[in-house]
Protein backbone atom coordinates (compact mmCIF):
# COMPACT_ATOMS: atom_id res chain seq x y z
CA UNK A 1 0.00 0.00 0.00
CA UNK A 2 3.00 2.45 0.75
CA UNK A 3 4.39 1.69 -2.31
CA UNK A 4 1.14 1.94 -4.20
CA UNK A 5 0.81 6.08 -2.95
CA UNK A 6 4.16 6.50 -3.26
CA UNK A 7 3.93 5.77 -6.95
CA UNK A 8 1.00 8.00 -7.53
CA UNK A 9 2.34 10.64 -5.49
CA UNK A 10 4.77 10.77 -7.41
CA UNK A 11 2.50 10.56 -10.98
CA UNK A 12 0.08 13.31 -9.85
CA UNK A 13 3.20 15.67 -8.94
CA UNK A 14 4.85 15.14 -12.12
CA UNK A 15 1.37 15.19 -13.74
CA UNK A 16 0.40 18.46 -12.27
CA UNK A 17 4.34 20.30 -12.22
CA UNK A 18 4.59 19.50 -15.99
CA UNK A 19 1.32 19.78 -17.98
CA UNK A 20 -0.37 22.12 -16.29
CA UNK A 21 0.79 25.17 -17.69
CA UNK A 22 3.77 25.27 -20.30
CA UNK A 23 7.06 25.60 -18.32
CA UNK A 24 9.72 27.08 -19.32
CA UNK A 25 7.94 27.38 -23.04
CA UNK A 26 9.78 28.78 -25.42
CA UNK A 27 9.49 31.59 -27.63
CA UNK A 28 11.79 30.40 -30.10
CA UNK A 29 9.38 28.12 -32.46
CA UNK A 30 9.39 29.01 -35.70
CA UNK A 31 6.23 30.83 -37.10
CA UNK A 32 6.75 30.23 -40.01
CA UNK A 33 5.69 26.97 -40.48
CA UNK A 34 2.54 27.11 -38.50
CA UNK A 35 -0.28 25.76 -40.20
CA UNK A 36 -2.45 27.40 -43.28
CA UNK A 37 -0.19 30.38 -42.79
CA UNK A 38 0.46 30.96 -46.41
CA UNK A 39 -3.19 29.78 -47.72
CA UNK A 40 -4.85 32.45 -45.29
CA UNK A 41 -2.43 35.03 -46.14
CA UNK A 42 -3.59 34.47 -49.54
CA UNK A 43 -7.15 35.07 -48.88
CA UNK A 44 -6.59 37.59 -46.50
CA UNK A 45 -4.95 39.36 -49.41
CA UNK A 46 -6.80 38.16 -52.52
CA UNK A 47 -10.08 39.58 -52.12
CA UNK A 48 -10.27 43.39 -51.34
CA UNK A 49 -6.51 44.23 -50.46
CA UNK A 50 -4.50 45.86 -53.63
CA UNK A 51 -1.06 44.75 -51.37
CA UNK A 52 0.93 41.87 -52.71
CA UNK A 53 2.10 38.66 -50.82
CA UNK A 54 5.22 37.37 -52.12
CA UNK A 55 7.42 34.46 -51.12
CA UNK A 56 11.44 35.69 -50.73
CA UNK A 57 14.18 33.75 -52.71
CA UNK A 58 17.26 35.28 -51.39
CA UNK A 59 17.84 38.75 -48.75
CA UNK A 60 21.15 40.52 -48.97
CA UNK A 61 21.69 42.55 -46.52
CA UNK A 62 21.75 46.74 -47.81
CA UNK A 63 23.99 49.66 -46.45
CA UNK A 64 23.24 52.87 -47.90
CA UNK A 65 26.82 55.01 -48.70
CA UNK A 66 26.34 58.57 -48.97
CA UNK A 67 24.21 59.54 -51.75
CA UNK A 68 25.92 57.54 -54.52
CA UNK A 69 22.96 55.08 -54.03
CA UNK A 70 22.30 51.46 -52.50
CA UNK A 71 25.98 49.08 -52.16
CA UNK A 72 25.88 45.46 -50.66
CA UNK A 73 27.87 45.29 -47.56
CA UNK A 74 29.21 41.97 -48.81
CA UNK A 75 32.46 43.32 -50.16
CA UNK A 76 33.40 45.07 -46.49
CA UNK A 77 33.95 48.10 -48.23
CA UNK A 78 30.42 49.86 -47.52
CA UNK A 79 30.08 52.61 -44.43
CA UNK A 80 27.36 53.81 -42.84
CA UNK A 81 28.52 57.90 -42.30
CA UNK A 82 27.93 57.75 -38.65
CA UNK A 83 28.21 61.46 -38.75
CA UNK A 84 25.06 61.99 -40.00
CA UNK A 85 22.03 61.86 -38.71
CA UNK A 86 20.23 58.83 -40.38
CA UNK A 87 17.88 59.32 -42.88
CA UNK A 88 14.85 57.44 -43.12
CA UNK A 89 14.84 54.29 -45.44
CA UNK A 90 11.76 52.95 -47.77
CA UNK A 91 10.18 49.82 -47.24
CA UNK A 92 7.98 47.76 -50.28
CA UNK A 93 4.10 47.44 -49.64
CA UNK A 94 4.61 43.62 -50.34
CA UNK A 95 4.18 41.52 -47.69
CA UNK A 96 7.26 39.03 -47.68
CA UNK A 97 6.53 35.92 -46.31
CA UNK A 98 9.49 33.05 -46.24
CA UNK A 99 8.48 29.51 -47.97
CA UNK A 100 7.35 26.50 -45.44
CA UNK A 101 9.30 24.20 -43.34
CA UNK A 102 11.63 21.84 -45.63
CA UNK A 103 9.56 19.38 -43.82
CA UNK A 104 5.93 21.03 -45.38
CA UNK A 105 7.77 22.40 -48.97
CA UNK A 106 8.85 18.28 -49.20
CA UNK A 107 5.18 17.17 -48.36
CA UNK A 108 3.81 20.03 -51.35
CA UNK A 109 6.20 18.32 -53.54
CA UNK A 110 5.89 15.11 -52.98
CA UNK A 111 1.70 15.40 -53.87
CA UNK A 112 2.62 17.19 -56.42
CA UNK A 113 4.17 14.64 -57.99
CA UNK A 114 1.30 11.98 -57.08
CA UNK A 115 -0.85 14.88 -59.17
CA UNK A 116 1.31 14.22 -62.34
CA UNK A 117 1.60 10.64 -62.23
CA UNK A 118 -1.59 10.31 -62.26
CA UNK A 119 -2.85 12.38 -65.14
CA UNK A 120 -0.62 10.34 -67.78
CA UNK B 1 -2.63 11.41 2.40
CA UNK B 2 -2.33 14.90 3.55
CA UNK B 3 1.37 14.60 3.01
CA UNK B 4 -0.15 13.85 -0.61
CA UNK B 5 -2.27 16.92 -1.04
CA UNK B 6 0.15 19.42 0.50
CA UNK B 7 2.80 18.10 -2.58
CA UNK B 8 0.08 18.19 -5.26
CA UNK B 9 -0.67 21.60 -3.75
CA UNK B 10 2.68 23.15 -3.63
CA UNK B 11 3.50 21.37 -7.13
CA UNK B 12 0.37 23.06 -8.54
CA UNK B 13 1.57 26.52 -7.14
CA UNK B 14 4.85 26.15 -8.84
CA UNK B 15 3.66 25.25 -12.18
CA UNK B 16 1.57 28.53 -12.18
CA UNK B 17 4.51 30.44 -11.61
CA UNK B 18 7.42 29.44 -13.49
CA UNK B 19 6.59 30.22 -17.05
CA UNK B 20 9.54 31.47 -18.65
CA UNK B 21 8.29 32.54 -22.29
CA UNK B 22 6.36 32.46 -25.90
CA UNK B 23 4.96 30.05 -28.03
CA UNK B 24 5.86 26.61 -28.77
CA UNK B 25 5.64 25.04 -32.19
CA UNK B 26 2.19 24.20 -34.09
CA UNK B 27 0.49 27.26 -32.14
CA UNK B 28 -1.89 28.76 -34.77
CA UNK B 29 -2.61 32.91 -34.52
CA UNK B 30 -3.84 34.66 -32.38
CA UNK B 31 -5.05 37.19 -34.78
CA UNK B 32 -6.59 37.97 -38.16
CA UNK B 33 -4.10 37.29 -40.88
CA UNK B 34 -4.62 41.20 -41.93
CA UNK B 35 -3.89 42.26 -38.64
CA UNK B 36 -0.60 40.69 -38.77
CA UNK B 37 0.20 41.86 -42.10
CA UNK B 38 -0.38 45.47 -41.17
CA UNK B 39 0.89 44.76 -37.68
CA UNK B 40 4.22 43.75 -39.21
CA UNK B 41 4.54 46.31 -41.90
CA UNK B 42 4.25 49.14 -39.35
CA UNK B 43 7.12 47.87 -37.64
CA UNK B 44 8.96 47.65 -40.68
CA UNK B 45 8.14 51.34 -41.45
CA UNK B 46 8.97 52.66 -37.80
CA UNK B 47 12.20 51.29 -37.56
CA UNK B 48 12.48 52.52 -41.54
CA UNK B 49 11.72 55.90 -40.54
CA UNK B 50 14.58 56.06 -38.01
CA UNK B 51 16.80 55.28 -40.73
CA UNK B 52 17.57 51.74 -39.10
CA UNK B 53 20.04 49.71 -41.16
CA UNK B 54 19.77 47.04 -39.09
CA UNK B 55 17.39 46.66 -34.67
CA UNK B 56 17.07 44.27 -33.02
CA UNK B 57 13.51 42.77 -32.89
CA UNK B 58 11.75 41.31 -30.05
CA UNK B 59 8.13 39.49 -29.70
CA UNK B 60 5.56 38.80 -27.01
CA UNK B 61 4.53 34.69 -27.40
CA UNK B 62 2.56 34.08 -24.43
CA UNK B 63 0.23 36.42 -21.96
CA UNK B 64 2.31 38.99 -20.36
CA UNK B 65 0.68 37.21 -16.92
CA UNK B 66 2.26 33.96 -17.63
CA UNK B 67 5.94 36.13 -17.91
CA UNK B 68 8.29 35.96 -14.56
CA UNK B 69 9.50 38.89 -13.37
CA UNK B 70 11.94 40.36 -15.83
CA UNK B 71 10.57 38.73 -19.04
CA UNK B 72 9.13 41.27 -21.43
CA UNK B 73 9.73 39.62 -24.94
CA UNK B 74 9.78 35.59 -25.65
CA UNK B 75 11.99 35.40 -28.78
CA UNK B 76 15.17 38.27 -29.88
CA UNK B 77 16.37 38.36 -32.99
CA UNK B 78 17.90 40.73 -35.59
CA UNK B 79 16.24 42.62 -38.52
CA UNK B 80 18.36 43.82 -41.24
CA UNK B 81 17.66 46.29 -44.18
CA UNK B 82 17.69 43.95 -46.95
CA UNK B 83 17.33 43.85 -51.06
CA UNK B 84 14.90 41.18 -51.20
CA UNK B 85 14.83 39.49 -54.33
CA UNK B 86 11.20 37.70 -54.76
CA UNK B 87 10.14 34.55 -56.66
CA UNK B 88 8.98 36.55 -59.40
CA UNK B 89 12.47 38.12 -60.19
CA UNK B 90 12.13 41.54 -58.73
CA UNK B 91 13.53 43.03 -55.77
CA UNK B 92 12.51 45.23 -53.28
CA UNK B 93 13.91 46.29 -49.83
CA UNK B 94 12.59 45.70 -46.70
CA UNK B 95 13.54 43.72 -43.25
CA UNK B 96 14.96 40.22 -43.45
CA UNK B 97 14.86 39.23 -39.85
CA UNK B 98 17.78 36.53 -38.71
CA UNK B 99 16.41 33.84 -35.95
CA UNK B 100 18.07 30.96 -34.05
CA UNK B 101 14.53 28.70 -33.80
CA UNK B 102 14.54 25.63 -32.02
CA UNK B 103 14.10 22.65 -34.86
CA UNK B 104 10.71 21.08 -34.87
CA UNK B 105 10.60 18.16 -33.19
CA UNK B 106 13.72 18.36 -31.27
CA UNK B 107 13.56 21.15 -28.79
CA UNK B 108 16.99 20.91 -27.82
CA UNK B 109 18.54 21.77 -30.99
CA UNK B 110 18.32 25.20 -32.96
CA UNK B 111 19.06 26.35 -36.37
CA UNK B 112 19.66 29.70 -38.22
CA UNK B 113 16.82 30.76 -40.40
CA UNK B 114 15.87 33.90 -42.11
CA UNK B 115 12.66 34.75 -41.63
CA UNK B 116 10.42 38.13 -42.84
CA UNK B 117 8.66 40.41 -40.23
CA UNK B 118 4.69 38.40 -41.02
CA UNK B 119 6.31 35.46 -40.35
CA UNK B 120 8.01 36.67 -37.26
CA UNK B 121 4.83 37.79 -35.62
CA UNK B 122 2.58 35.18 -36.77
CA UNK B 123 1.96 33.34 -33.44
CA UNK B 124 2.08 36.10 -30.95
CA UNK B 125 -0.16 36.81 -28.13
CA UNK B 126 0.25 40.08 -28.21
CA UNK B 127 0.85 42.44 -31.02
CA UNK B 128 3.75 44.45 -29.59
CA UNK B 129 7.30 44.49 -30.66
CA UNK B 130 10.78 45.66 -29.09
CA UNK B 131 12.78 47.65 -31.30
CA UNK B 132 16.49 48.63 -30.41
CA UNK B 133 18.72 50.02 -32.64
CA UNK B 134 21.93 50.38 -32.20
CA UNK B 135 24.31 53.20 -33.14
CA UNK B 136 25.37 53.46 -36.61
CA UNK B 137 29.17 52.18 -36.15
CA UNK B 138 27.51 49.21 -34.61
CA UNK B 139 24.98 48.53 -36.63
CA UNK B 140 27.49 48.24 -39.77
CA UNK B 141 29.41 46.15 -37.82
CA UNK B 142 26.90 43.77 -37.15
CA UNK B 143 25.46 43.68 -40.70
CA UNK B 144 29.42 43.09 -41.66
CA UNK B 145 29.37 40.01 -39.05
CA UNK B 146 25.95 38.64 -40.91
CA UNK B 147 26.87 39.09 -44.27
CA UNK B 148 29.98 37.45 -43.71
CA UNK B 149 28.73 34.55 -41.76
CA UNK B 150 29.75 34.96 -38.87
CA UNK B 151 26.60 34.71 -36.81
CA UNK B 152 27.20 30.76 -37.81
CA UNK B 153 30.71 30.71 -36.40
CA UNK B 154 29.08 32.29 -32.80
CA UNK B 155 26.05 29.38 -33.24
CA UNK B 156 25.84 26.59 -31.16
CA UNK B 157 22.54 24.51 -31.88
CA UNK B 158 22.83 22.76 -27.99
CA UNK B 159 19.56 24.43 -27.15
CA UNK B 160 18.47 25.64 -23.67
CA UNK B 161 15.53 28.02 -22.71
CA UNK B 162 17.29 29.06 -19.70
CA UNK B 163 20.54 28.96 -21.26
CA UNK B 164 23.70 31.26 -19.65
CA UNK B 165 24.94 33.79 -21.30
CA UNK B 166 28.28 33.77 -19.52
CA UNK B 167 29.50 29.90 -21.36
CA UNK B 168 29.00 28.71 -24.54
CA UNK B 169 27.60 24.74 -23.33
CA UNK B 170 24.09 25.77 -24.55
CA UNK B 171 22.51 28.25 -25.90
CA UNK B 172 19.13 29.79 -27.09
CA UNK B 173 17.75 33.29 -28.86
CA UNK B 174 18.92 35.74 -27.01
CA UNK B 175 22.38 34.46 -26.01
CA UNK B 176 22.94 33.81 -29.90
CA UNK B 177 21.80 37.89 -30.45
CA UNK B 178 24.37 38.74 -27.86
CA UNK B 179 27.32 36.91 -29.34
CA UNK B 180 26.36 38.73 -32.75
CA UNK B 181 26.98 41.96 -30.93
CA UNK B 182 29.55 41.11 -29.35
CA UNK B 183 31.55 38.95 -31.91
CA UNK B 184 30.71 42.71 -33.91
CA UNK B 185 31.79 44.96 -31.04
CA UNK B 186 35.33 42.88 -30.26
CA UNK B 187 35.68 42.08 -33.68
CA UNK B 188 36.38 38.33 -33.13
CA UNK B 189 34.35 35.25 -33.04
CA UNK B 190 36.53 33.15 -30.16
CA UNK B 191 34.13 32.13 -27.71
CA UNK B 192 36.38 31.87 -24.86
CA UNK B 193 37.09 35.69 -25.27
CA UNK B 194 33.22 36.58 -25.85
CA UNK B 195 32.33 34.75 -23.10
CA UNK B 196 35.02 36.24 -20.74
CA UNK B 197 33.91 39.49 -21.68
CA UNK B 198 30.07 38.75 -21.22
CA UNK B 199 31.11 37.76 -17.64
CA UNK B 200 32.73 41.00 -17.22
CA UNK B 201 30.28 43.49 -18.81
CA UNK B 202 26.98 42.32 -19.50
CA UNK B 203 24.31 41.55 -16.74
CA UNK B 204 21.89 39.06 -17.27
CA UNK B 205 18.42 38.09 -16.40
CA UNK B 206 18.08 36.11 -12.67
CA UNK B 207 15.67 33.75 -13.10
CA UNK B 208 13.92 33.30 -9.70
CA UNK B 209 11.94 30.19 -9.76
CA UNK B 210 11.45 26.66 -7.92
CA UNK B 211 14.07 24.32 -7.45
CA UNK B 212 11.91 21.55 -7.48
CA UNK B 213 10.42 23.32 -10.46
CA UNK B 214 13.98 23.53 -12.07
CA UNK B 215 14.75 20.02 -11.52
CA UNK B 216 12.12 18.54 -12.71
CA UNK B 217 12.13 20.76 -16.15
CA UNK B 218 15.81 19.65 -16.96
CA UNK B 219 14.96 15.66 -16.12
CA UNK B 220 11.22 16.06 -18.41
CA UNK B 221 11.65 18.56 -20.59
CA UNK B 222 14.04 18.40 -23.71
CA UNK B 223 14.96 22.34 -24.18
CA UNK B 224 15.38 23.12 -19.97
CA UNK B 225 19.01 22.27 -18.96
CA UNK B 226 20.82 23.85 -15.74
CA UNK B 227 23.97 22.15 -16.19
CA UNK B 228 25.97 25.27 -17.58
CA UNK B 229 24.65 27.02 -14.47
CA UNK B 230 26.70 27.68 -11.60
CA UNK B 231 23.77 28.71 -8.71
CA UNK B 232 21.62 31.35 -9.48
CA UNK B 233 19.91 30.59 -12.75
CA UNK B 234 21.02 33.67 -14.85
CA UNK B 235 19.93 34.04 -18.98
CA UNK B 236 20.22 36.40 -21.68
CA UNK B 237 16.95 38.47 -22.41
CA UNK B 238 16.07 41.68 -24.89
CA UNK B 239 15.79 44.01 -22.31
CA UNK B 240 19.31 42.96 -20.47
CA UNK B 241 20.60 43.26 -24.25
CA UNK B 242 19.32 46.84 -23.92
CA UNK B 243 20.15 47.84 -21.04
CA UNK B 244 24.19 46.36 -21.84
CA UNK B 245 24.03 48.44 -25.21
CA UNK B 246 22.48 51.34 -23.07
CA UNK B 247 24.94 51.09 -20.85
CA UNK B 248 27.86 51.27 -23.15
CA UNK B 249 26.32 54.19 -25.20
CA UNK B 250 25.84 52.15 -28.21
CA UNK B 251 21.63 52.40 -28.74
CA UNK B 252 20.55 54.92 -31.06
CA UNK B 253 17.04 54.62 -30.21
CA UNK B 254 15.00 52.11 -28.72
CA UNK B 255 11.12 51.32 -27.60
CA UNK B 256 8.08 49.37 -27.40
CA UNK B 257 6.14 49.43 -30.71
CA UNK B 258 2.74 48.85 -30.29
CA UNK B 259 -0.13 47.49 -31.87
CA UNK B 260 -2.17 50.88 -32.45
CA UNK B 261 1.16 52.41 -34.05
CA UNK B 262 2.00 54.19 -30.26
CA UNK B 263 5.50 53.40 -29.12
CA UNK B 264 6.73 53.19 -25.43
CA UNK B 265 9.82 53.67 -23.41
CA UNK B 266 11.50 49.82 -23.17
CA UNK B 267 13.11 50.51 -19.88
Known amino acids: MKLLTSFFTTTIALTLALSSTPIYAQDSAQHTSKAGKHSALAVSHGAASSAKVASAAVAVPLLVVGSAGVASVAGGSALIDSATKPKPLTVTEVTITADPAPNQAMQTKRQTTIEIKQEH | ?267
Not at chain 2, 23 to 35: D, L, M, T, W, Y
Not at chain 2, 74 to 79: E, L
Not at chain 2, 139 to 160: D, F, L, T, W
Request: proline share 4%; charged share 20%.
Open chain 2, 1 to 267: MSRLLLLIALLGLASSSLVFAGSQAGRKAQFAPGEITGFAKKVEKYAAAQGARMFIIGRIGRPKKDLPKGIKFTHTAIAVYSAITLKDGSTVNGYAIHNLYQEAGKPDVSSLVVDYPVDFFWGVNELTAGIIIPTPDLQQRIIAAISSGKNKEVHNPAYSVIASPYNNELQNCTEHTLNIINASIYQTTDMQQLKANAKAHFKGQRIRSNPLKLMLGSIFMDDVATRDHQGKIVTTTFSTIGRYLEENDLVQHMAVFNRDGSSGELL
